[in-house]
């Protein structure tokens, strides 16, 4: 998941990017509206922008706004000050998803984070499951037929975001972005595959059926498909 984090405070920007990092999520950053503004434009697929409101250079109402302007839908958890009740409602009316108020349990800003980003993919529910594979975004637990499958950080979070897009084709270069918040060339398609191979391993161990699919030249798939005839191979 790709997330730009707004705020000029160096100590509240640091611990933002840090808890969320710990959830395995790609985090930019930003002190200015102005500079955030331009990394929104250059970037529309952030999954989600924490955007302080009093920041210098643009103010947050206006970067949102301006946001919002241009057709760029990343959700956006606006952060204010406690008694600044005006700000808030003209956030929400100028398209802010959500918001909260300083000071604030790092806990509630990460819980926050991760409903925003299941509405971004309308996913309600904290499990995601498909087929026999269960992803609980709230403490990163995966079970496969209700044992629990072990995952390394980088393995969860791309098991994730196949969860939070499943039944679509997710191309290599999505992933990359959604991985390291670049898109790179033939090298990183090439990190990704590793990845996607560690992964499936894990997922097929036990003679699951194949829930990873390929589609030649164009990414991957994460359904449940049906059984092929006796004899016959999955193509992917």
Same mark, same amino acid.
């Given at each position: 998941?790709?997330?730009?984090?707004?705020?000029?405070?160096? /100590?509240?920007?640091?611990?933002?990017?840090?808890?969320?990092?710990?959830?395995?999520?790609?985090?930019?950053?930003?002190?200015?509206?102005?500079?955030? $503004?331009?990394?929104?434009?250059?970037? /529309?697929?952030?999954?989600? *922008?924490?955007?302080?409101?009093?920041? /210098?250079?643009?103010?947050?109402?206006? &970067?949102?706004?301006?946001?919002?302007?241009?057709?760029?839908?990343?959700?956006?958890?606006?952060?204010?000050?406690?008694?600044?009740?005006?700000?808030?409602?003209?956030?929400?009316?100028?398209?802010?998803?959500?918001?909260? !108020?300083?000071? $604030?349990?790092?806990?509630?800003?990460?819980?926050? !984070?991760?409903?925003?980003?299941?509405?971004?993919?309308?996913?309600?529910?904290? *499990?995601?499951?498909?087929?026999?594979? !269960?992803?609980?975004?709230?403490?990163?637990? &995966?079970?496969?037929?209700?044992?629990?499958?072990?995952?390394?950080?980088?393995?969860?979070?791309?098991?994730?975001? $196949?969860? $939070?897009? !499943?039944?679509?084709?997710?191309?290599?270069?999505?992933?990359?972005?959604?991985?390291?918040?670049?898109?790179?060339?033939?090298?990183?398609?090439? &990190?990704?595959?590793?990845?996607?191979?560690?992964?499936?391993?894990?997922?097929?161990?036990?003679?699951?059926?194949?829930?990873?699919?390929?589609?030649?030249?164009?990414?991957?798939?994460?359904?449940?498909?049906?059984?092929? /005839?006796?004899?016959?191979?999955?193509?992917?």
């Amino acid at each position: 998941m790709r997330v730009l984090v707004v705020e000029d405070y160096g /100590p509240i920007r640091g611990a933002v990017v840090t808890a969320l990092r710990d959830e395995g999520w790609s985090v930019d950053l930003s002190g200015d509206g102005t500079d955030a $503004f331009q990394k929104v434009q250059a970037e /529309p697929s952030y999954d989600l *922008v924490i955007l302080d409101l009093m920041i /210098p250079g643009m103010d947050g109402l206006t &970067v949102l706004k301006s946001m919002r302007a241009k057709g760029i839908d990343s959700h956006v958890l606006i952060l204010t000050a406690r008694d600044a009740v005006d700000s808030r409602v003209s956030a929400l009316d100028l398209g802010a998803d959500d918001y909260l !108020s300083k000071p $604030f349990a790092m806990e509630e800003l990460v819980a926050r !984070s991760r409903a925003l980003l299941r509405r971004h993919y309308a996913k309600k529910s904290p *499990v995601v499951e498909v087929g026999p594979l !269960s992803v609980r975004t709230s403490d990163h637990r &995966v079970m496969l037929h209700g044992a629990t499958i072990e995952l390394t950080a980088r393995e969860y979070t791309l098991l994730e975001y $196949f969860a $939070f897009r !499943s039944g679509e084709l997710v191309s290599r270069d999505e992933l990359h972005t959604s991985l390291y918040g670049e898109v790179g060339g033939a090298a990183s398609s090439n &990190v990704v595959d590793v990845y996607v191979g560690y992964l499936r391993k894990k997922l097929e161990a036990d003679g699951t059926p194949r829930l990873l699919h390929t589609r030649r030249g164009e990414g991957y798939i994460l359904e449940l498909r049906e059984a092929a /005839p006796d004899g016959a191979k999955d193509p992917s």
